[in-house]
């Protein structure tokens, strides 16, 4: 027999013997509104939603290597053929030094790191637009969105990792204690490409822009950082302009995580902490107060 929706849930004289009516006063209803603190970060609807967070990862992955030849294989692939290509070209053509290192390990370090950093950002910014058939429909803390696409490419990372550190063992580099830094130097890498989405997502919601110009400006930042050359050739009067640059102080710790050698230039590495706790915060802000227009918008 069809009940209507209102003997459903206030339980009418339709409903069968066996079945529990529903009191009105229990229902549990929830108001949502517009926050007006600052920083409106939800740590506890971030927790309850954890379920939808892994469900995003989960698809992000599958999605990510659905229906191709090589699989999770193309992880391995484009670091590699881009160290590669870094090392015929900068390496053995344009013998650019390197501070003792070999230059596939030199560039290698750099490449899996920032490889991390652009995918990070370039699936985050696009997150919101993508999801937009969920905005639309349910409520959910905005935030897992970007959450999901950051998280998401460390399962590319630790792959390409596992690739570097096995060509270090092929050129008889041996890891030391020094390997340990590369988790809080990933940490932080996570905090600046998460801050950095919080303000292209919603941006790039209201002006489609942000996907046609974001792979310029990542390849622009690229070459901007000491990815296929060291920082110590950039001249010693401009070396801490040089070092505004976030992805510097990141990367440098990261090789030095990696290879050993000359430690990162502190003041590098101040400014990569200082930018990225700054673009979180400043992100948090401006994503809380954009959110609540994203289903109108979208």
């Not at 379920?51 to 294989?73: E, M, P, S």
């Not at 910014?125 to 993508?130: I, T």
């Not at 630790?158 to 063992?169: G, N």
């Not at 290879?259 to 930018?275: E, H, K, M």
Request: with cysteine.
């Amino acid at each position: 027999m069809m009940k209507s929706l209102d003997a459903l849930a206030l339980g009418s004289s339709e409903c069968g013997p066996a079945e529990q009516r529903t009191d009105p006063s229990t229902l549990r209803v929830t108001e949502i509104a517009p926050d007006d603190r600052i920083i409106a970060f939800d740590a506890a609807g971030l927790w309850q939603y954890r379920g939808l967070l892994r469900v995003l990862i989960l698809r992000d992955l599958k999605v990510l290597y659905r229906q191709t030849a090589l699989g999770a294989c193309w992880a391995i692939a484009q670091p590699l053929f881009t160290v590669l290509i870094f090392t015929v070209i900068f390496g053995h053509f344009a013998k650019i030094p390197t501070d003792g290192a070999p230059y596939a390990l030199f560039a290698g370090s750099a490449v899996v790191l920032w490889t991390y950093f652009s995918e990070a950002v370039r699936r985050s910014a696009n997150g919101l637009v993508a999801e937009a058939e969920l905005i639309r429909k349910i409520y959910f803390p905005r935030l897992v969105i970007p959450l999901a696409t950051v998280v998401s490419p460390m399962v590319d990372f630790a792959i390409a990792l596992a690739v570097m550190l096995a060509l270090m063992l092929w050129y008889g580099a041996v890891p030391d204690w020094h390997l340990v830094l590369a988790v809080p130097t990933l940490i932080v890498t996570a905090m600046l490409a998460l801050g950095v989405s919080l303000w292209l997502g919603p941006i790039n919601v209201r002006f489609r822009d942000v996907k046609h110009t974001l792979p310029f400006l990542i390849q622009i930042w690229m070459y901007a950082s000491p990815i296929v050359y060291a920082s110590s050739i950039v001249p010693a009067p401009v070396r801490w302009l040089y070092a505004l640059n976030p992805m510097v102080g990141l990367i440098e710790a990261f090789r030095f995580a990696i290879l050993g050698g000359t430690p990162p230039d502190c003041f590098a590495v101040a400014v990569s902490v200082t930018a990225a706790l700054a673009l979180l915060v400043s992100g948090l802000i401006f994503f809380q107060r954009m959110e609540r227009s994203f289903a109108d918008v979208i």
